[in-house]
């Protein structure tokens, strides 16, 4: 595949999103509503569509076509592209999984698919404990607090969120340091007789990453459970029906779409965290995304690099899909 090929698919991209468009709003035409040009204007229409399209195309679509394409190519010199020995291989993604072959036996690459595996453990327990915080924290927000309370609540959530996020995680690694403000308080107080090693046994990095993406969680909730009609609720209650029985069958099957959105962004976020594991993470994890880091910017190995990028982008959609199906939700719903 001639590596110039890939900017040509784009084109071919948004001709075929185009031509969908165009049949979906031939199909679903009312002559009651105003098109796109109409409620916004021509100059603010042109300017929302270039700035979207030039987001997508040069930001997302070319740079994963590039990668998508080069994982396919065998690491070479400047002067070697597009010669004969620059055909297409899978030597990167069997690299992966059997790492450097010596002999007729046959190993595995054993550090980076524990690698591999950790980040996608740790990102979902980091999705698990994000939703279990901020659920509540939501649904107080949306049906219960007055616009006050979540006014003060808002700027509480969102005023940490104005410091970059190394300088939180170095923050949060002071705190959690072997004698750090955490350590001396518990033993200062007796709780323990020695310093909890937090940051060895991985506590920072989940603490590090649910902080990191707590925001991604609470808002796709809260809009979610805003929009609930307290008065199914209020029903709800009115026919005797206990706390847990309201939201396992009122609020939570109502908030399905903000729940998944949550999720998929926490998850995916999580996956391709590269500050928070560095920093906070044990001297024993190895998080992939640091290996992608490596591929690109250490060794330069930009074929392999891209090959490992892909694989965890894979296992990132896999997750998706598997949550849209599971709260039966369409991906149109999920990011409304």
Avoid at 302 to 330: D, E, P
Wanted: glycine share 6%; with cysteine.
């Amino acid at each position: 595949m001639n590596r110039q090929f890939v900017f040509i698919i784009p084109v071919i991209i948004i001709a075929l999103f185009w031509a969908m468009a165009r049949y979906e709003a031939r199909a679903a035409r009312d002559s009651a509503s105003r098109s796109f040009v109409q409620r916004n204007g021509l100059a603010l229409s042109i300017f929302f569509i270039g700035a979207v399209a030039f987001w997508t195309l040069f930001m997302v679509t070319l740079p994963y076509l590039y990668m998508m394409q080069e994982s396919f190519h065998p690491t070479l010199w400047p002067k070697d592209r597009n010669g004969p020995k620059d055909v297409l291989t899978l030597e990167h993604y069997k690299f992966f999984i059997y790492g450097i072959q010596s002999g007729s036996e046959t190993s595995y690459n054993v550090t980076h698919l524990r690698a591999f595996a950790v980040t996608i453990l740790i990102s979902l327990a980091v999705t698990i404990i994000n939703l279990v915080l901020c659920y509540p924290l939501a649904f107080y927000m949306a049906q219960v607090a007055s616009m006050q309370k979540v006014r003060i609540l808002m700027l509480a959530l969102i005023l940490p969120y104005w410091i970059n996020e190394i300088l939180r995680a170095f923050a949060l690694r002071i705190l959690l340091a072997s004698e750090g403000l955490i350590n001396t308080f518990l033993q200062f107080t007796g709780l323990t007789g020695s310093s909890i090693d937090f940051l060895g046994n991985n506590v920072g990095l989940y603490v590090g990453l649910s902080y990191a993406y707590l925001l991604i969680m609470v808002f796709p909730l809260y809009n979610a459970v805003e929009s609930l009609d307290k008065n199914q609720i209020e029903a709800a209650r009115d026919l005797g029906a206990p706390w847990w029985r309201i939201h396992k069958d009122v609020v939570i099957p109502y908030a399905k779409p903000g729940i998944a959105a949550g999720c998929t962004m926490v998850f995916m976020l999580s996956a391709g965290a590269l500050a928070a594991p560095q920093f906070l993470g044990g001297p024993s994890t190895l998080w992939f995304t640091s290996i992608v880091y490596d591929f690109f910017f250490q060794s330069f190995n930009w074929a392999r690099g891209s090959a490992y990028a892909l694989i965890l982008l894979a296992a990132c959609i896999l997750f998706v899909m598997a949550v849209l199906r599971s709260f039966k939700v369409s991906l149109g719903e999920a990011i409304r």
